[in-house]
C-alpha cells in the first residue's frame, strides 16, 4: 500500500511560479512511475506529466512542455512538479499518482489514469490573470 500527499499548491498571478511536491509512503517508491494530473472544473481528468523510476525519461503533455518538469527523489520517497510561465488555464485540482507500469513504459501508457494504483487527494492551483 501506498499513500501520496500532494502539497505546494496555491493561488499565483499568470507568469509565475509553484513547484508542487508529492510524498510518498512505502518502501518500494523507487520501484513506482510517477505522474501528474490534473483537473478543472466540468473537465476530465487529465495528464500533465510522468517519470520512470530511474529518473531517465520524463513525459510531458503537449500543454505544459517546455514550461513544467517533474522530477524525483528517491531517497525522500518524493516527486516534484515545477510549473513556470502559468497560465489560468493551468488552474485545476493536481493529483499525484503512483502505478506499477512495465520499466520502459511508453508516453502513451503514462498518460492512461488508469494505469496508475495510487492516487493523492489533490492540491488546488489556482492561476489568475
Known amino acids: 500500500q501506498v499513500q501520496l500527499v500532494e502539497s505546494g499548491g496555491g493561488l499565483v498571478q499568470a507568469g509565475g511560479s509553484l513547484r508542487l511536491s508529492c510524498a510518498a509512503s512505502g518502501r518500494t517508491f523507487s520501484s513506482y512511475a510517477m505522474g501528474w494530473f490534473r483537473q478543472a472544473p466540468g473537465k476530465e481528468r487529465e495528464f500533465v506529466a510522468a517519470?520512470?523510476?530511474?529518473?531517465?525519461?520524463?513525459y510531458y503533455a503537449d500543454s505544459v512542455k517546455g514550461r513544467f518538469a517533474i522530477s524525483r527523489d528517491n531517497a525522500k520517497n518524493t516527486v516534484y512538479l515545477q510549473m513556470n510561465s502559468l497560465k489560468p488555464e493551468d488552474t485545476a485540482v493536481y493529483y499525484c499518482a503512483a502505478g506499477f507500469l512495465h520499466p520502459y513504459f511508453s508516453r502513451a501508457d503514462a498518460m492512461v489514469p488508469s494505469n496508475y494504483d495510487y492516487w493523492g487527494q489533490g492540491t488546488q492551483v489556482t492561476v489568475s490573470s
Open positions: 517519470i520512470r523510476w530511474s529518473s531517465s525519461t520524463t
